[in-house]
């Protein structure tokens, strides 16, 4: 029986991919390469510094530690300068109104998202008052698709893993919840998250009966 939500954050409840694409082809240009969007996919729900690693790889380019720490920082200033001008109308359709419908029924709501921005970003969109606990890049030693960040959010909620599921947009974290012993629904396009116990386009009209489907 589902007890839990567990969020991650980017493509799941707004849209701040862009923002990281942004930063990070800024960052590329600043190196002396471009950057695309389709580079940027491989980017989905991984750390900062493996994200850095790609972009690196990328520009056949290769530094030291203590530079590439430096590039991140960069990066990372770009984004939050990007990132604080984000308003609750760029909250995904639908998100909102399923986490209140959650909350409703009983529902314990957690966030598990490998940025390390993300109580700057739930402050923007007045969301934070909606989540039990947040887990974010801050909290945990390892990028997804390890289990770590989802099964800190479990034991954060005090609920077993198996009670919990799991909303993701990238494969990574489908893998991580799957790993963690969690359910997981996909949000976005089903060709892509075919390792999901279920796909939605979208929060959009979705109602709570997805979940009895999991049992």
Not at 51 to 58: D, F, N, R, T
Not at 163 to 192: L, P, W, Y
Request: hydrophobic content about 45%; aromatic content about 8%; some cysteine.
């Amino acid at each position: 029986m589902i007890k839990g939500c567990i969020f991650d954050l980017d493509g799941v409840i707004v849209n701040t991919a862009k923002y990281h694409y942004l930063a990070w082809k800024r960052l590329a240009n600043e190196l002396g390469f471009d950057f695309s969007e389709k580079d940027n996919e491989r980017l989905k729900g991984i750390s900062r510094m493996a994200s850095l690693e790609i972009l690196l790889e990328a520009g056949g380019l290769s530094f030291d530690n203590e530079t590439k720490l430096a590039l991140a920082a960069k990066k990372n200033k770009w984004y939050v300068d990007y990132i604080s001008f984000i308003k609750e109308d760029e909250l995904l359709p639908g998100v909102k109104e399923f986490i209140e419908k959650s909350k409703a029924a009983g529902l314990k709501i957690a966030l598990g998202s490998a940025s390390k921005n993300a109580s700057t970003i739930l402050s923007r969109l007045k969301l934070t008052d909606y989540f039990d606990i947040v887990i974010d890049g801050t909290k945990v030693s390892k990028a997804k698709p390890d289990p770590e960040i989802f099964l800190l959010a479990a034991q954060e909620l005090g609920l077993s893993p198996v009670d919990c599921v799991v909303f993701e947009d990238a494969k990574a974290g489908i893998e991580a919840a799957k790993r963690a012993g969690m359910k997981c629904i996909g949000v976005g396009i089903s060709s892509q998250l075919a390792d999901a116990d279920m796909v939605i386009p979208g929060f959009e009209n979705i109602d709570l009966d997805i979940l009895f489907c999991l049992a």
